[in-house]
């Protein structure tokens, strides 16, 4: 049988796990595809892209740190990716190449589906000013809650995000500060999208963040509890979530674009899940 070939483009992307859940989609919905992990060189990205698509490949997803050179490669824009600046997904159609970013409908999915967070009318807080959390602020605003606050250690890059949609915030109250600015506010869910867990530490916030039944959440993920989670749940968050179900969410939505079917995701994060806590694990 012949397999529509698919791959995630990065460097570096030996750890990446789209491999396996693109493999767990694929036979859950019986689509006849394959799916690999592609090094590109810092400096290859567009020669890795179009030997691959020379090659029969029909679309890719696109980590760190190609996001932006994926989003000035597209021949067409998707909103999401073109609100994002980035794009993280590609589809090689006959007239070109389609770009969207999957990542906020992935944060929306995890959040309202598999955590049940209800987020018209809430106060929310998003951590970071970079690319992940311009990714995901589209998607956010659509789902209009009553205020949005970006919060940033270099505050000008918070105003900067902020004022970039401000037009898509309808009746959100948009705002932006740093850190120590958040004292005296409360939120219903904090979502940290700085990159501090990676390197085991949490942003410097102010005490009383977390209202009653707040969720924090990070975007982060890995087999023990994210420093901001610790962080979180000292300071009183009464509900934590870290990030491996928006990775397998937005992949849902990657498959979307791909094949026209959105796989069932809910197993494929226990399995993620069950292989995180495996002591056999490298």
Same mark, same amino acid.
């Given at each position: 049988?012949?397999?529509?070939?698919?791959?995630?483009? &990065?460097?570096?992307?030996?750890?990446?796990?789209?491999?396996?859940?693109? =493999?767990?989609?694929?036979?859950?919905?019986?689509?006849?595809?394959?799916? %690999?992990?592609?090094?590109?060189?810092?400096? &290859?990205?567009?020669? #890795?892209?179009?030997?691959?698509?020379?090659?029969? +490949?029909? +679309?890719? $997803?696109? #980590?760190?740190?190609?996001?932006?050179?994926?989003?000035?490669?597209?021949? *067409?824009?998707?909103?999401?990716?073109?609100?994002?600046?980035?794009?993280? #997904?590609?589809? /090689?159609?006959?007239?070109?190449?389609?770009?969207?970013?999957?990542?906020?409908?992935?944060?929306?999915?995890?959040?309202?589906? $598999?955590?049940? *967070?209800?987020? %018209?009318?809430?106060?929310?807080?998003?951590?970071?000013?970079?690319?992940?959390?311009?990714?995901?602020?589209? @998607?956010?605003?659509?789902?209009?809650?009553?205020?949005?606050?970006?919060?940033? !250690?270099?505050? @000008?890059?918070?105003? %900067?995000?902020?004022?970039?949609?401000?037009?898509?915030?309808?009746?959100?109250?948009?705002?932006? *500060? &740093?850190?120590?600015?958040? =004292?005296?506010?409360?939120?219903?869910?904090?979502?940290?999208? #700085?990159?501090?867990?990676?390197?085991?530490?949490?942003?410097?916030?102010?005490?009383?963040?977390?209202?009653?039944?707040?969720?924090?959440?990070?975007?982060?993920?890995?087999? $023990?509890?994210?420093? /901001?989670?610790?962080?979180?749940?000292?300071?009183?968050?009464?509900?934590?979530?870290? +990030?491996? +179900?928006?990775?397998? %969410?937005?992949?849902?939505?990657?498959?979307?674009?791909?094949?026209?079917? !959105? @796989?069932?995701?809910?197993?494929?994060?226990?399995?993620?899940?069950?292989?995180?806590?495996? @002591?056999?694990?490298?």
């Amino acid at each position: 049988m012949s397999l529509d070939r698919y791959a995630v483009i &990065g460097n570096p992307v030996a750890h990446s796990r789209s491999p396996l859940i693109h =493999s767990l989609f694929a036979r859950q919905t019986h689509q006849a595809i394959s799916y %690999e992990a592609l090094l590109a060189p810092l400096d &290859g990205f567009k020669a #890795t892209v179009a030997a691959f698509r020379a090659r029969g +490949g029909r +679309g890719a $997803n696109v #980590t760190v740190p190609f996001k932006l050179e994926a989003h000035a490669l597209a021949d *067409c824009l998707s909103p999401r990716a073109a609100a994002a600046g980035a794009a993280n #997904t590609l589809r /090689f159609d006959d007239d070109g190449i389609f770009a969207d970013n999957t990542d906020g409908a992935g944060l929306l999915r995890d959040l309202v589906d $598999n955590l049940g *967070c209800r987020l %018209e009318g809430t106060a929310i807080l998003l951590l970071g000013a970079g690319g992940a959390a311009r990714g995901v602020m589209l @998607p956010l605003l659509d789902a209009a809650p009553a205020s949005l606050t970006i919060a940033n !250690r270099s505050e @000008p890059r918070a105003l %900067e995000l902020a004022q970039s949609f401000q037009r898509h915030a309808g009746k959100t109250t948009l705002d932006a *500060c &740093g850190f120590a600015a958040l =004292s005296g506010h409360r939120y219903d869910l904090v979502i940290n999208a #700085t990159s501090a867990s990676l390197s085991g530490e949490a942003p410097p916030l102010p005490a009383g963040l977390y209202g009653p039944g707040a969720l924090a959440y990070d975007m982060m993920y890995g087999r $023990n509890e994210t420093a /901001f989670l610790a962080a979180a749940r000292r300071a009183g968050a009464k509900r934590l979530s870290d +990030g491996l +179900g928006m990775l397998v %969410e937005q992949a849902a939505e990657s498959f979307l674009i791909w094949r026209g079917v !959105r @796989p069932q995701t809910r197993s494929v994060i226990e399995n993620l899940r069950g292989a995180l806590r495996s @002591p056999a694990e490298p």
